[in-house]
Every structure is written in structure tokens, then in C-alpha cells.
């Protein structure tokens, strides 16, 4: 049974019940209309899902574990890597439909261009990009610059055939969508992809995304995977049981970690792939506990971790279906520890050593229990207010002609007094806290930029990428220069992603404030009237530049003039001195980066905060508006005494 949606789809039963019985009644109309759209949206709703995780991980396979079948391929090069979204089908597309989005023309030039860059050179024009791949000489490429080359020969191969497509979108099958997903020469020229499948994951509502993950050269990813972090309803994070954290994996969970403390819910789960290679459970808890330990590192404490074994679990999945193949019921025989004459073991014992049973259970616990069960609770109270509401208006009707003039009287002068007070209410000093939050907020990102330089400069400057093995030393300074500026353009934009994410819950918490400020000033006028609960406004993230603008010349090339030799640089002080120039010179263009971003900032949450001021202060004179009419109708005799307690108590039993 379909817990979820059921649970869901009674909620909005509930509210659709609730909206039949208070919308004829004079006052209410306002009310009942914003119940009928949240029973919509609760019978709409969809959960996204969002999976994280390095190239090497086993993001696919796990993903094909959940939807208990062999849906998703092996990806290519992450650099080419498109983001792929599972969906529920609809009735526009039906199970089996896919549809291939493609990038704009304007977006392949930038990636061609920027990963020109990444070789010292530059062409105006997608075209002239395209040629320029033939100079670049592949006897001198660095390790960090393989990924752009791998891109910048996919696009050369595929252009070509996918030229007239170019920012459009094409509806295919399954084995078009499984060419797309594992050719790199398509996939580079996708920017997403959106396959209807029906499945139990997909049947409860909920939206599977895998995305390219924390390796993808392509800057876009970074604004995207920032959205799903921010916006997704669970982020799973899959690592691979025997790989080590790679330096992409690690400023992902900084992110993460930045961000966690901003989410109502823990909505992050951890996933450990492959965790049947170990020999023993003792070894798989040392696993563990190391990734924890890593995590905590990265801000990230009391983590849900789950080792898991996904091709283990797909296995039996696709026993449970009658799907297992000859060759694979020998991989299922060996993981199930089954000899050749032993009966085929169920696929309920495959599926729980695979231990993704484990996770499914605490993953549908926390669907249930905690994001379904604030779509509920949201739904109670919108029904209980209608009561409260009603319940004042019946005591209103029922009292003497004499009391019921006076109130009357009395109304019309409670009424003014309510508009004024809101309408006065003062939000200055909000705003005043607001900027200096920000201010604050940035002035840290600088102080954790430079606590974190050693480890940035170490990782640019490398002995993988300064060694002398016949490549040009001077072009392996350059680039790790390069690496270096791309390292921290990426963490300062990562940290000002986190802090408009802090900015925004630091908004709504203000606008509560002043929503309850308004609940006070009205209640002496306004007994029975409780202000409807604030639906937390989110607000785009601006588009950071990740681009230092740091020229490599005067300065900074004195500074890489300080290099000898590799033993000078690796085993004396040649690095110390080196990194210590360059941090010194990077302090004002660190600055001014910031500076930029502040004013982003300071642009985009100045203008969200008077605009969602704005719009509750008109919802909340809407709500006295229509509070009073009921009031005027209940003191006037111009309601049905009766059928009003009929109508509550019908609310009364709809409450859970």
C-alpha cells in the first residue's frame, strides 16, 4: 500500500470536507479558498530526492536499486555527465517517455571557451573554440586540466549530429535515453534529462534526481547542485566503500555542512556503496567510523550512515520480478553465499544483506513521519482556526439583541483600531538586523577562507603536478596558479551560496516576528481572530561568479619566481615562502570578491524583505477584513445559528 500518497491524499480529503462546510459562510470565503489550494497542492504533491556523490561512487547503481530495476547507465566522464531526473509519468508523458533537454548554444560556448581557458587559450566563437582543440599539446597536460580536454574532444565528436539540436528538446525512448546518459559526445550537449518511469519510488510521488556530481567541470552544476541541496526534500550522499574522500567530495560537504544547520528537517542520509568488500564486520564499522570522522571534519555531526551493497540489492530486486538472468543468479549465488546445488536463496535474505532494506525503512519513517506529517499538521490547523472561527461567531449570534447592538457598535471602532495597528506596526529595526546579519555573516567567510589555505594552496600545488618528468615546469606553476585562484573563486561563491541560504532563514524568522507582532496588536480587538501560519518565502540564490579576476602577471608571477626546484619546494621551504607571498597577495582581491557579493546580497534580500513585508500585511488586513464581515453577519442575525454548530462539528471530527 502506498503509504505516502495515502496519507497525503487523506489530508487533502480532509481540507476539501473542511472547504465544503465553511465556504458559504459569509467571512470565511478567503479562508476556504486557501484550503482548496492546499488539498491541491497536497494531491500534486512531490517529493525530490536528490542524489549526490563522486563519478566513482556507484550513484547509478544505487539509484537502480531503489527503483528495483536496471533504469539508469553507467554515466560517462562526469565532466560530460547530464543531470537525470526520474519521474512519475503522466498523461502528456507516459511511462517510458524521456525528455532530453539540450543546452543553448550560448552555454556550450561558455563551457568550450572557459575550458580553453584552462590552457592559456582563448577563441571568440564556438567555432573558433572548436578548432582551437587541435593546438593544444597533449604531452604537456597537467592531471587537473585531463577533465576539460576529455570534455573539449566529446564536444569536437559530437557536434556535428547534435548542432541543429542545440537549445531544443527531444522526446525518446529508453535506448535513446540510454545513449544520451553513455556516450559522452550526447551527453555533453545535455543539460538535463527527464525520464517518466513508473516504479514504487516514482508511484508515491516522489522525484529522483542524480545529479553529475561534485567532479562535473561544468559551472553550472555548482548553482545546481547548490538549488537541489537547498531545495531538495531528502539529499542522499552515496561514497564508495574502499575510495577515499577526493578533494571534490570534501568541498561538497563543506557545503553541506555550511548549509545544515538552515534546514528544519535532517533531511541528509549517507550512503557507503559497496560495503560487501569488507572482511569482516569489524572492518566495515572502522569504514564508518572513518567516514564519520570525515564528515565532522566538513561540519557535518550525527550523521545517518547505511553500508550498503546496491548491485547486491538490485540483484534481488530483480529475482522478486522473475528477471534474474542466468549469469546474474551465479553473482546473486556468490553475494548470498549459496553453493550451485543450494536452493536459490529468497530475495528477501538478498535484500537485507544487501542492507538497503535498513535504509528504505528509516527513508519511509522519515517521508511518513516527518515531511508528510508537516503537510498534515499544516492541514490541522487550518481546519482547526476554521473552528475557532466558528465558535466565536455562534457565541456572537446567541447572545441578546441588546449585547449583540453593542458589540455592533463596538465593532466597527475594533475593526479601524485592528487596520491601524497594522498598518503602524514599525519594521525598521528588522530590516536593521537583517543587514547587519549579512555583514557579520560575510566577515566570517574571509577568517574560514585563509584558516583554509594551506589545504587549498597543498592541493593546487601538488608533487602529482610539479614534477619533472620532461613537461614545462613554468606551465605547471601557471596552472597550478590556476588551480589555486579556481579553488578559492569556487569556496568564496560556495560560501556566499550558504550565506544568502542563512540570509533567507534569518528573513523568515524575522517576518514571524513581525507576524506575531501583528497577532498581539490585534487580538484586543480581534478576540477570536488567529492569523493564518506563514508559509516561509524562498528566495533565489543570485548568481555568484566563481572568477577571482586576478591577473597571473607582476605580482603573483614574482611570486611564483620564488620556485628553484622541486626539492627546494617540497622538502625545504620553498612551498612556505610561496604560500606565504600569495596569501598575502590575495587578501584584497579576497576582499573585493566579497564586496561583489555582498552587494548581491545586500541588492537581492533588501528588495525580498520589503516585498514579502508587503505581501503579509496584506494578507493579514485580508484575513480582518473577512474576520469582521463574519463578525457584522453574527451580530446582525444574518446566519443560521443551527447550521452553523452543525458545520463545527463537522470540522471537530476532521481533525486528526
Not at 131 to 142: M, R
Request: net charge negative; with cysteine; glycine share 6%.
Amino acid at each position: 500500500m502506498n503509504q505516502l500518497k495515502t496519507k497525503l491524499l487523506d489530508a487533502a480529503t480532509r481540507l476539501r470536507q473542511a472547504y465544503e462546510q465553511i465556504q458559504p459562510v459569509a467571512g470565511m470565503q478567503a479562508q476556504a479558498k486557501a484550503m482548496q489550494e492546499r488539498a491541491k497542492r497536497l494531491e500534486e504533491n512531490r517529493f525530490t530526492v536528490a542524489l549526490f556523490g563522486a563519478f566513482s561512487a556507484g550513484k547509478s547503481s544505487f539509484a537502480n536499486a531503489l527503483m528495483g530495476d536496471l533504469v539508469l547507465p553507467v554515466s560517462p566522464n562526469p565532466t560530460t555527465a547530464a543531470i537525470n531526473k526520474i519521474m512519475p509519468p503522466t498523461e502528456q508523458y507516459p511511462h517510458g517517455t524521456v525528455r532530453v533537454v539540450l543546452k543553448k548554444r550560448e552555454a556550450i560556448e561558455a563551457d568550450v571557451l572557459r575550458s580553453l581557458a584552462v590552457f592559456g587559450i582563448e577563441a571568440s566563437d564556438l567555432a573558433s573554440g572548436l578548432q582551437a582543440v587541435n593546438n593544444i599539446d597533449v604531452t604537456q597536460i597537467a592531471p587537473n586540466a585531463k577533465p576539460h580536454y576529455t570534455f573539449l574532444k566529446a564536444v569536437v565528436k559530437g557536434y556535428p549530429d547534435m548542432d541543429q539540436h542545440l537549445s531544443g528538446e527531444l522526446l525518446v525512448d529508453t535506448a535513446a535515453f540510454k545513449a544520451f546518459v553513455a556516450k559522452e559526445e550526447k551527453a555533453c550537449f545535455t543539460e538535463y534529462i527527464e525520464l517518466f518511469y513508473s516504479c514504487p519510488l516514482t508511484d508515491q510521488g516522489i522525484v529522483l534526481v542524480d545529479t553529475p556530481g561534485a567532479d562535473s567541470i561544468n559551472a553550472r552544476h555548482t548553482g545546481v547542485a547548490f538549488d537541489y541541496l537547498k531545495n531538495a526534500d531528502v539529499i542522499l550522499f552515496v561514497t564508495y566503500y574502499n575510495h577515499a574522500f577526493s578533494q571534490a567530495d570534501r568541498e561538497f560537504l563543506l557545503q553541506m555542512g555550511r548549509v545544515k544547520d538552515t534546514f528544519e528537517l535532517d533531511k541528509m542520509f549517507f550512503l557507503v556503496n559497496a560495503a560487501d568488500l569488507a572482511h569482516s564486520q569489524e572492518e566495515l564499522d572502522g569504514v564508518v567510523t572513518h567516514i564519520e570522522k570525515n564528515l565532522l571534519t566538513c561540519g557535518i555531526r550525527n550523521p545517518r550512515i547505511y553500508p550498503v551493497s546496491s548491485q547486491t540489492a538490485l540483484l534481488s530486486r530483480m529475482l522478486e520480478k522473475g528477471k534474474l538472468s542466468a549469469s546474474a543468479e551465479k553473482v546473486y549465488r556468490q553475494r548470498t553465499n549459496a553453493g550451485e546445488a543450494d536452493p536459490l536463496p529468497a530475495w528477501e535474505t538478498g535484500l537485507e544483506l544487501s542492507g538497503l532494506q535498513a535504509f528504505e525503512q528509516d527513508f519511509l519513517k522519515f517521508t511518513l513521519d516527518e515531511l508528510t506529517g508537516m503537510a498534515v499538521t499544516a492541514a490541522d490547523s487550518e481546519i482547526r482556526r476554521a473552528h475557532g472561527i466558528l465558535a466565536e461567531y455562534i457565541e456572537m449570534a446567541q447572545q441578546g439583541e441588546s449585547v449583540r447592538q453593542e458589540r455592533r457598535q463596538a465593532a466597527d471602532a475594533a475593526r479601524q483600531a485592528a487596520l491601524a495597528s497594522i498598518h503602524n506596526l514599525s519594521v525598521t529595526a528588522e530590516a536593521r538586523d537583517l543587514a547587519k546579519e549579512q555583514d557579520e555573516l560575510i566577515y566570517y567567510i574571509k577568517q574560514r577562507l585563509f584558516f583554509r589555505f594551506n589545504e587549498l594552496f597543498n592541493y593546487a600545488f601538488n608533487p602529482s603536478v610539479l614534477k619533472e618528468d620532461g613537461r614545462s615546469m613554468k606551465q605547471a606553476l601557471q596552472s597550478s596558479l590556476q588551480e589555486l585562484f579556481r579553488s578559492i573563486g569556487y569556496d568564496l561563491a560556495q560560501e556566499l551560496r550558504a550565506t544568502s541560504l542563512r540570509l533567507e532563514k534569518f528573513l523568515n524568522k524575522q517576518t514571524v516576528n513581525i507576524i506575531s507582532a501583528w497577532q498581539k496588536e490585534l487580538t484586543p480587538h480581534a478576540k477570536g481572530l488567529t492569523l493564518a501560519a506563514y508559509t516561509a518565502h524562498s528566495v533565489e540564490t543570485p548568481d555568484f561568479s566563481e572568477e577571482l579576476h586576478v591577473s597571473v602577471s607582476g605580482p603573483f608571477q614574482s611570486a611564483l619566481g620564488l620556485f628553484k626546484n622541486t626539492k627546494d619546494f617540497f622538502e625545504q621551504d620553498g612551498k612556505t615562502k610561496m604560500r606565504t607571498e600569495l596569501e598575502k597577495l590575495l587578501q584584497e582581491p579576497v576582499t573585493q570578491f566579497l564586496a561583489r557579493g555582498g552587494e548581491l546580497l545586500s541588492d537581492r534580500f533588501t528588495a525580498e524583505f520589503n516585498n514579502v513585508v508587503e505581501q503579509e500585511r496584506s494578507r493579514v488586513v485580508e484575513q480582518v477584513e473577512e474576520y469582521f464581515t463574519g463578525v457584522y453577519a453574527a451580530l446582525d442575525m444574518n446566519v443560521d445559528i443551527d447550521e452553523l454548530v452543525k458545520k463545527q462539528g463537522e470540522l471537530a471530527g476532521l481533525v486528526q
